[in-house]
């Protein structure tokens, strides 16, 4: 069974901060770790992260992935009060997990609220 | 605007009713889910569509049945609500090929059940 662990559950921070959120998955065969900020509705995508791409990055935001260790980190420097959110890890079943596996297991979430 | 849509946004039930939480994408997806959302518990696939004509159970199927109705459509039916299903429900569709942008979701469901 996939699973996924994110850490810390909750992060209150300042306008400013730099901060690191975590993700670390349990997989056979794995395929890709997906990254997504929710607001107060739905989910949003942020990054997809593969075997064979271990960084992302998009303006203050940015992701790393570690194969040999099984986990993945988002790091938001310069933060502001508009990244305030629930931040979600994910990931699809391995390859080869049969036909029509797309099915995503998310972890907990980390809340992060960022304070003016 | 492209994406998918559910229905209703809100509602309330007595213990015991039944609905449906109606889902509908435009984006010509294969596979469609429903998940449901509790406070510290992240996201729990309920019953997910790999593509017309197919449903499977996921990790919190019981209470719950599904209907791929054609590729557009999956909708999720609560046969005898319970207190225990009050949640946030999201339906998603993904192209089961593609997960270059992963899933696209809907705005959710507040279900309050008294």
């Known amino acids: 069974e996939d699973k996924v662990v994110q850490s810390p559950l909750s992060l209150v921070v300042h306008e400013g901060d730099t901060v690191t959120l975590n993700c670390s998955y349990e997989?056979?065969?794995?395929?890709?770790l997906l990254w997504y900020k929710q607001e107060k509705k739905a989910p949003t995508f942020l990054f997809m992260l593969?075997?064979?791409?271990i960084e992302k990055k998009s303006g203050r935001l940015s992701s790393i992935l570690d194969k040999k260790e099984l986990f993945s980190i988002l790091n938001i420097t310069a933060t502001q009060t508009g990244d305030s959110a629930i931040y979600l890890c994910?990931?699809?079943?391995?390859?080869?997990?049969?036909?029509?596996?797309?099915?995503?297991?998310f972890g907990k979430g980390t809340k992060l609220s960022v304070i003016p | 605007n492209a994406g998918v849509t559910q229905t209703p946004k809100f509602q309330v039930l007595k213990t015991g009713q039944s609905m449906t939480l109606q889902c509908a994408q435009d984006?010509?997806?294969?596979?469609m889910y429903w998940y449901r959302q509790d406070p510290g518990m992240g996201l729990r696939l309920i019953y997910y569509?790999?593509?017309?004509?197919?449903?499977d159970k996921g990790e919190v199927p019981n209470g719950y049945n599904v209907s791929r109705l054609n590729k557009r459509e999956f909708s999720l039916r609560l046969e005898s609500a319970a207190p225990s299903q009050t949640s946030v429900y999201f339906c998603?569709?993904?192209?089961?090929?593609?997960?270059?942008?992963?899933?696209?979701f809907g705005s959710g469901t507040r279900l309050t059940v008294v």
């Open positions: 994910a990931v699809p079943p391995g390859k080869g997990a049969g036909a029509g596996s797309y099915q995503l297991t």
């Open positions: 997989v056979t065969n794995f395929r890709s």
């Open positions: 569509s790999a593509s017309e004509g197919t449903t």
């Open positions: 998603a569709s993904s192209e089961a090929h593609e997960w270059r942008w992963g899933y696209t």
């Open positions: 984006m010509n997806h294969n596979s």
């Open positions: 593969t075997s064979s791409g």
